[in-house]
């Protein structure tokens, strides 16, 4: 109950189309749901968050679609580009003090250029 | 804003000998620091819980004797690997939760280190 299931393990999208990366959970409690970008040998860095207040959120190229009946999360990246190539990672939590993150297994995205 | 640091980026230590990693959140303070652990093209693994003043919680499986967490500071998390072997070397990230508004966390994750040991 405390997983997030992430899919695709890796994706492969030409540039200028749009990435889909979905995550599921079981956990009814979770209530703050973050993106995190990686590149090799470097931290996660945050990319955009959603509480399920809201069913999207939207900065730049990079959308969030929550569907908390359904338990289901997506990263959208819009007119993807090669400098998006990276790991991304979904995670969830509750919303409270010092709780720690549980994170999706990562998909690793490639963008042709 | 919201900048953790990591020293060092990379060790390379001999089996046997103690390491130690520092976690800084450089503009803020940070109510909690937690210490992942992540493998080659695998997942964050969270190894423990820390909070300014308080002994860490640690997860199941991991040896609180083996990584010992101090957190000294509001802005000053380290880890140390005791001990050291070959089976520890990986890449240790540490992030700082900052509070929002309310009781909502931000967690800002560090750069990283690599620990080889030979």
């Known amino acids: 109950q405390q997983q997030v299931k992430q899919s695709p393990q890796s994706l492969i999208v030409q540039k200028g189309g749009i990435s889909i990366i979905n995550c599921a959970y079981e956990?009814?409690?979770?209530?703050?749901f973050p993106w995190y970008q990686q590149f090799p040998g470097k931290g996660p860095a945050l990319l955009i968050a959603?509480?399920?207040?809201?069913s999207e959120k939207k900065e730049g190229r990079f959308t969030i679609s929550f569907n908390k009946s359904a338990k289901q999360f997506s990263l959208h990246i819009m007119d993807s580009q090669p400098g998006d190539s990276a790991t991304y990672f979904c995670?969830?939590?509750?919303?409270?003090?010092?709780?720690?993150?549980?994170f999706g297994k990562g998909t690793t995205l490639s963008v042709s250029s | 804003g919201a900048v953790v640091s990591q020293h060092p980026s990379r060790v390379i230590c001999k089996s046997g000998t103690s390491v130690k990693i520092e976690c800084r959140s450089l503009?803020?303070?940070?109510?909690?620091m937690f210490w992942y652990r992540q493998f080659p093209k695998q997942s964050l693994m969270l190894m423990a819980t820390?909070?300014?003043?308080?002994?860490?919680?640690?997860e199941q499986g991991v040896e609180k004797d083996k990584f010992l967490i101090n957190h000294a500071s509001l802005t000053l998390s380290t880890l140390t690997v005791t001990s050291a072997h070959p089976e520890d070397s990986s890449f240790y990230i540490c992030?700082?939760?900052?509070?929002?508004?309310?009781?909502?966390?931000?967690?800002?994750f560090g750069p990283g280190t690599r620990l080889t040991v030979l």
């Open positions: 992030s700082a939760a900052l509070r929002i508004g309310g009781a909502s966390d931000t967690q800002y």
């Open positions: 956990n009814t409690a979770f209530d703050y």
């Open positions: 959603i509480r399920p207040d809201v």
């Open positions: 995670a969830a939590s509750w919303d409270q003090a010092g709780t720690a993150l549980i």
């Open positions: 503009d803020f303070q940070a109510t909690t």
């Open positions: 820390s909070n300014e003043g308080s002994k860490a919680t640690y």
